[in-house]
T-cell receptor, first 110, second 113 residues
Framework: EDKVVQSPLSLVVHEGDTVTLNCSYE??????LLWYKQEKKAPTFLFML????IEKKSGRLSSILDKKELSSILNITATQTGDSAIYLC??????????FGDGTTLTVKP | KAGVTQTPRYLIKTRGQQVTLSCSPI?????VSWYQQTPGQGLQFLFE???????NKGNFPGRFSGRQFSNSRSEMNVSTLELGDSALYLC????????????FGPGTRLTVL
């Protein structure tokens, strides 16, 4: 059975701090790993990482896929209170099936 | 383009009843996936529909079923509701099956009393 594990489960930091969120995956016929941000409602897409695109960056957020270690990290620099959310990681198979981790709840205090 | 819409947004039912949830994907998207999200279990895949056919299925009992119509709108049905079915049910659409990026709707919050 496919499995995605995220750590830590929760994290509290202060504005301006840098955080690193972790995701490890065991996904049969792995195709891609996705990161989502979920605030009070639906998850919104952040990054997709594949074997041909193992590093992505957008503003203060960046993510790397380590194909050897079957893991990924999401970095957020200079955190802001608006970054407070649940960050979800999902592993996708070639058939398009997604397995999500339990998420990391990030709280950024002023 | 309008986003993914789900109706109703909130629902309260009692044990033993059945419920039908609806999802309208982004215009032009033909794949619809359903997920159950609970605090204890996280986000779990229920099933995916593409071109009115179920393409993938998660590990949920047969009480959970779905279908997709020719206009790509999808419905999910849960029969004989149990207390443990209380959850946020999210629908996500993508242009085609096997597409990695999914666009989520706001969800339907189901409470079973």
């Amino acid at each position: 059975e496919d499995k995605v594990v995220q750590s830590p489960l929760s994290l509290v930091v202060h504005e301006g701090d840098t955080v690193t969120l972790n995701c490890s995956y065991e996904v049969t016929n792995f195709r891609s790993l996705l990161w989502y941000k979920q605030e009070k409602k639906a998850p919104t897409f952040l990054f997709m990482l594949t074997s041909s695109g193992i590093e992505k960056k957008s503003g203060r957020l960046s993510s790397i896929l380590d194909k050897k270690e079957l893991s990924s990290i999401l970095n957020i620099t200079a955190t802001q209170t608006g970054d407070s959310a649940i960050y979800l990681c999902a592993g996708n198979t070639n058939a398009g099936k997604s397995t999500f981790g339990d998420g990391t709840t990030l709280t950024v205090k002023p | 383009k309008a986003g993914v819409t789900q109706t109703p947004r909130y629902l309260i039912k009692t044990r033993g009843q059945q419920v039908t949830l609806s999802c309208s994907p982004i215009s032009g998207h033909r794949s619809v996936s359903w997920y159950q999200q609970t605090p204890g279990q996280g986000l779990q895949f229920l099933f995916e529909y593409f071109s009115e056919t179920q393409r993938n299925k998660g590990n949920f009992p047969g009480r959970f079923s779905g279908r997709q119509f020719s206009n790509s709108r999808s419905e999910m049905n849960v029969s004989t509701l149990e207390l443990g079915d209380s959850a946020l049910y999210l629908c996500a659409s993508s242009p085609r099956t096997g597409t990695d990026t999914q666009y989520f709707g706001p969800g339907t919050r189901l409470t079973v009393l």
